[in-house]
C-alpha cells in the first residue's frame, strides 16, 4: 500500500486545516490509520488514529477536542480536521497505515504502523 498525504499549509492561530491521506495498491487490509506530527528538533508523536473497521478514534491529549480524524472506506481516504490550531501545532504531518489486527491495544505508537506517507507542513503563524 502506498500513502500520499496532502493539505497542509500556512495558517493563522486560531484557524482550520484539513489534511488528507490517500491510500492505494493492497488498501483493503488496512486495520488502522493515523496521522503523526513531528516538531523541529522534536521526536514524532503521534496524533490521532481511527480503526479501519468500526471507525472508532483515538486522540492524543494535546489535539483532543480541536481535530477530529475520519475516514472514508470507498476512497481508501482518511482525514485529518484541525480547528483552533496553535503555534505549538507546527509540524510535518505523517499519515500511517497498519496492515494487521491489533487485539485490544490501540495504535498509537509508530511501532504499530508498518506503512507511511510522505509528511506535509503545517505551519501556524501568531
Known amino acids: 500500500v502506498q500513502l500520499q498525504a496532502s493539505g497542509g499549509g500556512l495558517v493563522q492561530a486560531g484557524g482550520s486545516l484539513r489534511l488528507s491521506c490517500a491510500a492505494s495498491?493492497?488498501?483493503?487490509?488496512?486495520?488502522?490509520m493515523g496521522w503523526f506530527r513531528q516538531a523541529p528538533g522534536k521526536e514524532r508523536e503521534f496524533v490521532a488514529t481511527?480503526?479501519?473497521?468500526?471507525?472508532?478514534?483515538y486522540y492524543a491529549d494535546s489535539v483532543e477536542g480541536r481535530f477530529t480524524i475520519s475516514r472514508d472506506s470507498y476512497e481508501n481516504t482518511v482525514y485529518l480536521q484541525m480547528n483552533s490550531l496553535k503555534q505549538e501545532d507546527t509540524a510535518v504531518y505523517f499519515c500511517?497505515?497498519?496492515?494487521?489486527?491489533?487485539?485490544?491495544?490501540?495504535?498509537?505508537?509508530?511501532?504499530?504502523?508498518?506503512?507511511w506517507g510522505q509528511g506535509t507542513l503545517v505551519t501556524v503563524s501568531s
Open positions: 495498491g493492497r488498501s483493503f487490509d488496512i486495520y488502522y
Open positions: 481511527v480503526r479501519w473497521s468500526g471507525a472508532s478514534t
Open positions: 500511517a497505515a497498519r496492515r494487521a489486527p491489533l487485539g485490544v491495544v490501540v495504535a498509537t505508537s509508530i511501532s504499530h504502523y508498518d506503512t
